[in-house]
């Protein structure tokens, strides 16, 4: 069992009178990982998977009573997929509030009618948290530092998801069956969107974009939609953990870029099964795009697992000076380019550097990419 770098951060705020949320796509091991925490416990527990109709019908304006009964003398109540559950909100405020020596754990793989419903109904009751596909750090931990370096290429197609690390040789068919049954299922079940297709046709241009900047009218344009309707359902897939975007670092330059977007995959390998392409590198014209698709990911998840609360942007002029990675700590800015070629060489714009006071300038490539990030 590979160990997540939150384990030890979650298990520290049992039982302190406040829910634990733990957010994340499908399948990137929420539950295994809060049901082996329970399980190290010893403690009895409920287990409600809210996939089940008869579940959801039952935590639906649940009373107190109610609530008594099932918990029963367990002293912790896991909630798995919340989302689907309608108003879940207030059911979990009334755990909270009226079992205080119980545990309530709740996971949701998408923020949609999560978020919205527990936002109010829990303000001040939760410590929240957000779960990624496997990162560089944790799987080094599980191995070493030497094999997950030798892994790179199956990572860059492959992606980090535990099903594509536990069955090697199976990656292929357990990322087209993920990417097809259960990437969109909460966009599609809790929006009620109407055209599928379109949606689908929008991932697979966003995932053949990866890395450059994206314009919402062009987009529309591909998939036969309004600029509004292509911003929705970006929306929506970052609210569902598929996406993510990078916006323009800019503070007071007059010739800054400063509201364009790029965005990237949470996963390269929910990329490739979205556009059905699992090649070799040395078959491929995107090695680049994936590796920096790939880095720009590992950051974000370093930074949520650390928690360090790192703020990310890219930064381009109009004269196409470009730095692909800004991190921005405390106020302090970190400058990353990021190159697949390891001997390509790289100049950092002197425009950025004057203008912004820069706390290091990095250069990440396939040879030394684990030392940022572990």
């Not at 303000?123 to 070493?144: C, I, M, Q, W």
């Not at 966009?187 to 241009?205: D, F, H, M, W």
Request: glycine share 4%; net charge neutral.
């Amino acid at each position: 069992m590979i160990i997540r770098s939150l384990q030890t951060h979650i298990e520290s705020k049992f039982f302190k009178q406040k829910a634990i949320i733990v957010t994340g796509a499908r399948q990137v091991g929420k539950t295994t990982m809060l049901k082996q925490l329970v399980q190290k416990t010893e403690l009895p527990f409920v287990f409600l998977n809210c996939d089940e109709a008869n579940v959801r019908t039952a935590l639906t304006d649940i009373s107190i009573e109610r609530l008594k009964s099932i918990i029963g003398s367990n002293k912790f109540i896991f909630i798995d997929e919340a989302q689907r559950v309608a108003n879940i909100g207030l059911t979990l405020k009334l755990i909270v509030d009226n079992f205080t020596n119980v545990q309530l754990l709740v996971t949701g793989s998408s923020s949609l009618d999560l978020a919205v419903g527990i936002k109010e109904s829990l303000t001040g009751r939760k410590f929240e948290y957000h779960l990624f596909p496997f990162s560089v750090a944790e799987l080094v931990d599980d191995t070493n530092i030497l094999t997950e370096e030798q892994a790179l290429e199956k990572r860059l197609i492959y992606g980090s998801y535990p099903d594509a690390i536990n069955y090697p040789g199976e990656e292929k068919e357990l990322l087209m069956n993920l990417a097809n049954s259960h990437l969109f299922k909460d966009i599609l079940s809790l929006t009620g969107i109407r055209k599928p297709l379109q949606l689908e046709k929008l991932v697979q241009a966003l995932a053949l974009q990866i890395g450059n900047e994206v314009s919402y009218t062009e987009l529309g344009q591909m998939i036969e939609a309004d600029k509004l309707t292509v911003e929705r359902y970006i929306d929506l897939l970052e609210q569902c953990f598929v996406i993510f975007r990078l916006g323009a670092y800019s503070s007071n330059l007059r010739n800054e870029i400063k509201k364009s977007k790029k965005i990237y995959f949470y996963d390269t390998g929910i990329r490739n099964a979205v556009i059905e392409n699992f090649s070799m590198l040395a078959l491929r014209q995107d090695a680049g795009q994936l590796f920096e698709n790939y880095i720009v990911s590992e950051y974000i998840k370093a930074s949520n697992n650390k928690r360090k609360h790192a703020k990310y942007h890219f930064w381009r002029s109009f004269q196409q000076q470009e730095i692909d990675l800004i991190e921005e700590i405390d106020g302090k800015i970190n400058a990353i380019e990021i190159k697949w070629n390891e001997n390509k060489k790289v100049r950092f714009p002197s425009t950025f550097l004057d203008a912004y006071p820069t706390n290091n300038t990095n250069v990440i490539n396939k040879s030394n990419y684990t030392s940022f990030l572990i």
